[in-house]
């Protein structure tokens, strides 16, 4: 009866956390509603700056000029409160470590929440100006481009969600190694069938375009090796 309790303490708690990230959700998103227009200019610029001048982004829905800002707004928000629900999931599983254990988990955490910002910032300046830059010089000539807003917000999102969790490749690496699953040496003799999966992740995860797969490939395979790295320099060998 006492475990049960317990037990059901715990969901409490869990509960009470995720109410809180969401709250904390709302509010940042009450804030960003007023300026849910500029957001949505900041988040298209990647786009807007290379589209020719007789070209322009549009909307094929009736309440799409009103729905994509406030959905862009939306994650937007989400996206900047990813740190507190971090510590949320940080604040319910820490009682139950060692002192050891919290100060590994928390590197593996901050690891991820870095290497999470960094994919989405890296898709977002480098990898959307060369896809959409590809995409325009690319058209047939008389083919005037006229990009709907809903579906752009589409595209981005499985960009940024795919670098995002791409990008989190080497601490797996590194997990895997601590923990013993694998090794670094059995994983490096691996390499091949890495790139291979590299490109299948590229091309299941990305839009349905050969240069989205690709860039996601290549960075994916060097997170890898950068995976290795670490594991060499970070983890003692095993006597």
Known sequence: MKDEISFLDHLKELRARLIKSLIVVGLFFVP???????IYLLVSSPLQQILPANSSMIATEVASPFIAPLKISFFVSLFFSIPYSIVQIW??????????EKAFAFGIF??????FYV????????????VFNFFTSSAPEGIVLM???????????SIFFAFGISFEIPVLIFLLCWT???SVESLA????????????????????????????ALPAYLLFEIGLLCSRIFIQEKK
């Open 32 to 38: 960003f509603i007023p300026f849910a227009n500029e």
């Open 91 to 100: 604040g319910f599983i820490a009682p139950g470590m060692y002192e050891d």
């Open 110 to 115: 901050l690891s991820s929440l870095v290497l």
């Open 119 to 130: 994919g989405v910032f890296f898709s977002y300046f480098v990898i959307l100006p060369l």
């Open 147 to 157: 990009t709907d807003i809903s579906r752009y917000l589409d595209f981005i999102f």
């Open 180 to 182: 013993g699953i694998s």
């Open 189 to 216: 003799l691996k390499r091949p069938y890495v790139l291979i999966t590299c490109f299948i992740f590229g091309m299941i995860i990305t839009p349905p375009d050969v240069i989205s797969q690709i860039l996601l």
